[in-house]
């Protein structure tokens, strides 16, 4: 059983995360991908703030809006309040004010870590109790992302999203620190995987073949990133601002590497990077060093 509050208000950070590889291992006869991929989070944070209510409605308030884009009426958190309110039959309300500062259509996770935090955030002030695995049985029905957030670790992800393995990076190589890209165009997720061209059929890895690997290529880790990213490639034709990002990373030696469907690009950095020395992006692009949350 989850932690319980006697506050009628809770403030919870939402992160985004970042793919370091992303493969696609076949299809389901549903249609649904299978995949896999190491998840990290960032400290590329929403905010959202909750306050319980007794009207049983589900309101939203927007303090803030980095996005640049508006903000849906009826977005993941408030789904995600809603279908708690279904499973449970709990009859308070809650008001969410959310401070947006993670883009949409990135690749980065942003409306499924709304909906994980806001089951987490909503579980405790409701008081109703969920063990965390039901929590991801709800997750489930908002976003293949959701039950990563719920679980709160870097994870060896697999199936459709929902076979989630917690990894403990820091006996890895692997960088703390990343600079993230986010042009102003973004890639809607449905239509790169509904692509004729996607290559479904990578061969699968294990997490001990990653393990070795990054062990192996420890000097190189700014440099040779695991695997790839098998949605980049349609990702590309659909938005070439993508190919810009990957060319602006180059320039300073370093590799980037699409997060998720995209349009954001990471790549890790060492200590030293600044981004008072890196070359100038177009107007209106997102960049930011980010660090990874670590348990």
């Given amino acids: 059983m989850l932690t319980k509050t006697n506050s009628p208000n809770v403030t919870r950070q939402a992160p985004a995360k970042l793919n370091l590889f992303l493969h696609i291992n076949g299809r389901r006869a549903d249609g649904y991908h299978l995949l896999q991929s190491v998840f990290v989070r960032i400290d590329w944070c929403d905010t959202l703030h909750f306050e319980r209510t007794t009207d049983g409605c589900i309101t939203r308030a927007d303090l803030s809006n980095e996005t640049g884009k508006p903000l849906p009426k009826v977005d993941l958190s408030v789904r995600a309040a809603i279908a708690l309110q279904?499973?449970?039959?709990?009859?308070?309300?809650?008001?969410?004010?959310?401070?947006k500062r993670i883009p949409s259509e990135a690749g980065m996770g942003g409306g499924s870590s709304d909906a994980a935090t806001t089951l987490l955030a909503l579980n405790e002030l409701w008081q109703t109790g969920l063990s965390l695995d039901q929590l991801v049985a709800i997750g489930m029905t908002l976003g293949a992302d959701v039950p990563f957030f719920l679980y709160q670790v870097d994870a060896w992800v697999e199936g459709i999203g929902e076979k989630i393995s917690p990894i403990d990076l820091s006996k890895l190589p692997i960088a703390s620190r990343f600079v993230v890209v986010k042009p102003p165009s973004g890639v809607s997720t449905p239509s790169v995987f509904a692509s004729p061209v996607l290559a479904r059929n990578t061969k699968t890895a294990t997490i001990e073949g990653f393990a070795a690997w990054t062990e192996s290529n420890a000097s190189q880790q700014y440099l040779e990133p695991f695997g790839c990213n098998d949605l980049q490639p349609v990702a590309l034709s659909i938005?070439?601002?993508i190919q810009t990002a990957l060319e602006w990373f180059e320039a300073q030696g370093l590799i980037g590497r699409m997060t998720g469907s995209g349009s954001a690009?990471?790549?890790?950095i060492p200590d030293t990077y600044a981004l008072t020395t890196a070359p100038s992006l177009p107007a209106g692009w997102f960049c930011r060093i980010c660090s990874r949350i670590t348990p």
């Fill in 265 to 268: 690009v990471f790549a890790p």
């Fill in 239 to 241: 938005c070439p601002d």
């Fill in 86 to 99: 279904a499973k449970t039959g709990v009859t308070d309300g809650a008001h969410i004010k959310l401070e």
